[in-house]
């Protein structure tokens, strides 16, 4: 029995809870992770990325980023202490197991899957993964999604349910990887309970945390051949992308995640 993981982040080490996945499913699972995969983020052109922007557009929510200043979600600096406290190496785990591709769609990322044939092949936090990949998994590919499907898929989804004053619509999901996004056959799911005082990072780190418990729990049933699977009903929920998630968006999460506090 062996599996394989695909991991994303913002560098070729991943981030902070790619790194924590990492290191519990080794833990767990010993010498059946066969291997890690994560892909060496692109580096475009200048030119490449000013055209793409402009084909993009959304100008005025670019300033509006710039002029607010705070990043796109929550960042390692927030989560390595709740997620990897002490934990100073910010270096994939796996030693030698760890591999870098360009893509994880790429050739060089289908010989990896070639070589070692996974039973399971385990996704987290990677750009869309196509079918050349996901059906190189001899038993299944499942992607785990820190947000609670189908109501909230696609992008930050623990961070809309904060914005619609959904508190009982935070949770993770973890699913079968297919062509539609986050549409997957569901495995599992987990609940993510929000406390008073918690931030979006607070509440990013506890799906990360259930969210590959369940994982765990549902990579062991795919080994031993006891995974039921539950389709989903894609027309119960929304689906978003990063371009939704606009500073008056954040502003509004700020502001009910204050509220929440008070309640």
């Known amino acids: ?65 710039a002029i607010y200043g705070a990043g796109y979600g929550p960042s390692d600096e927030h989560l390595q202490p709740l997620l990897l406290p002490g934990e100073s190496s910010a270096r994939m785990p796996g030693g030698d197991r760890h591999f870098i591709v360009d893509s994880h769609n790429g050739s060089d990322c289908e010989v990896l899957l070639d070589q070692y044939k996974p039973d399971v092949i385990v996704v987290y936090g990677t750009a869309i993964i196509k079918s050349n990949i996901f059906s190189r998994a001899q038993r299944i590919t499942l992607n785990m999604h820190t947000g609670l499907s189908p109501y909230y898929r696609g992008d930050s989804t623990l961070f809309w349910p904060v914005y619609y004053d959904d508190p009982s619509k ?47 729990r549902a990579v062991q049933q795919a080994l031993d051949g006891t995974l039921i699977c539950t389709p989903q009903d894609l027309s119960a929920g929304r689906e978003f992308r990063w371009m939704h998630r606009t500073v008056a968006a954040e502003r509004q999460v700020l502001s009910n995640l204050q509220t929440w506090a008070r309640t």
């Open 1 to 65: 029995m062996s599996i394989a993981l695909l991991l994303g982040g913002t560098s070729e080490h991943g981030n902070v809870q790619h790194r924590y996945l990492a290191g519990r499913f080794l833990e767990q699972f010993g010498e059946k992770v066969d291997c890690i995969i994560s892909a060496r983020p692109k580096s475009d052109p200048i030119s490449v990325r000013l055209r793409r922007m402009i084909k993009r557009g959304h100008y005025r929510e670019r300033l509006a980023r």
């Open 170 to 216: 935070l949770g993770v999901t973890v699913h079968e990887l297919v062509e539609s996004v986050d549409g997957g056959a569901i495995a599992a799911t987990a609940q993510v309970v929000y406390e008073p005082g918690d931030s979006e990072a607070n509440l990013f780190a506890k799906g990360v945390m259930a969210g590959t418990d369940i994982y765990l």
